[in-house]
């Protein structure tokens, strides 16, 4: 069964420190199966080297994903 885009939002953190990490946080609602949230989060891990770095779930069966990866410095 698809995700409906209500049932999910995801956004860039960025970091005002000299973070060696770039972040993006997945929102994931209580509609959503956690075999369908553990889908979304191996296909981000897979395709973009994303890590899962914490993961929160709120009163009501929100779950909040933050995943990071590594920010590699082009030398020129």
Do not use: C
């Amino acid at each position: 069964m698809p995700v409906s885009k209500d049932s999910l939002h995801y956004y860039n953190v960025s970091r005002k420190d000299r973070s060696h990490y770039e972040f993006q946080v997945l929102v994931v609602a209580n509609t959503v199966s956690k075999h369908e949230a553990r889908m979304m989060l191996t296909a981000h891990a897979e395709t973009g080297k994303w890590e899962l770095a914490r993961t929160v779930i709120y009163t009501g069966g929100t779950t909040k994903y933050w995943l990071r990866r590594k920010i590699i410095p082009v030398s020129a």
